[in-house]
């Protein structure tokens, strides 16, 4: 829908006496209403049905992250009109009764950090993996947050520091953090500073407590583990974006529990692993899925310790789920 402005100051456009027309940022969207930044005011806003329509193999046509254009009335409420092209985004395969349609997450973002707890719970490396071939796959900048690093035993932080290794060896960074530590926690605010960051991860690893104690006045409600299921709960219902007094922005997220990988074939996926990628150049068949196929360049590096035992298995179990059509999207 194209309108004329009568007259624009600052990128704010008047359609007419009573219509006011402007640009801004989607910081949290529940479903039925979407909070625009614009400027220094939050406005509730909606989507037209239309723009539903032609984004139909989307769950939303908006994420948080998105430049958006409202039209609204008396500056209240607003209606979404325009969405502008995004330079990136992190989606997956949506669950429930909307499996296939593609969920966008997040939107126009700089870096992705992938959130785990060293205890309670304990590390997911299949969600984290799957997590990782998602960022590869769509170009996005990732790296690894373990949190709750002083809840663990000394045994288990020698785990927690060989994986860790293990990661930073493929070119992920990797922080270790916990409330506890200030140290850690400037750490980690040294590389979320005047970056646009997304925190994701499993529930109860401590996204909502990361932000909330590097900026205690953004006070997002969390929750404690649950003792029956050694699980978190889903405190943060929905996602949302929080500008940092360190400059730039994070983005919390919901717990997730699965993570469906979008627009991926099984022939593809080794080329989003780090630690393949040298070796299909050595594979006999171009679309060799290397778990089967003779003359193997990924089989042989795993036969001659190139490639960790671990990484091929995680490797697997991914390739599996995509032949299957992603029907545990890795719980």
Known sequence: MQFKY??????????????????????????????????SSIIPSRIRGRMRLVHGDETQPVAIGDQVTIETVDNETGIIIEVDQRHN??????????????????????QIWIVQAARQPDVNVGLMDRLLVACEAQELSAGIVINKTDLASAFQMNV???????????????????????????????????????????????????INTMDP?????????????????????HARLYPLYCG??????????????????????????PDLKPHLVKCRFSACT????????????????????????????ILYSLRLGDADMGR
């Not at 997730?256 to 996926?269: A, K, M, V």
């Open 217 to 237: 006045s953004i006070n997002i409600p969390v929750e404690k583990i649950s003792p029956k299921t050694n699980k978190g709960c889903h405190t943060t219902a």
């Open 89 to 110: 985004c992190l989606y997956r395969r949506a669950a429930g009764r909307k499996v296939g349609k593609r969920q966008t997450l997040v939107a126009n973002i700089d």
């Open 160 to 210: 927690i520091h060989d994986l860790a290794d293990s990661y930073r060896q493929l070119g992920y960074p990797v922080v270790l953090t916990s409330i506890e530590n200030q140290a850690t926690m400037d750490q980690l605010q040294g590389v979320l500073a005047d970056q646009i960051s997304v925190l994701i991860g499993p529930s109860g690893v401590g996204k909502s407590s990361l």
């Open 248 to 273: 730039g922005s994070v983005a919390d997220t919901p717990g997730i529990r699965e993570f469906g990988l979008l627009d991926i074939e099984p022939w593809e996926l080794a080329h989003y692993f």
């Open 6 to 39: 009568l007259r624009t100051v600052q990128g704010i456009g008047f359609n007419d006496a009573h219509s006011l027309m402007l640009k801004g940022t989607v910081i949290r969207s529940t479903g039925t209403w979407i909070d625009v930044q614009a400027g």
């Open 290 to 317: 290397h778990d089967h196929e003779p003359k193997c360049g990924v089989k042989d590096a795993i036969e001659s310790g190139d490639i960790a035992v671990a990484r091929y298995e995680s490797y697997l179990n």
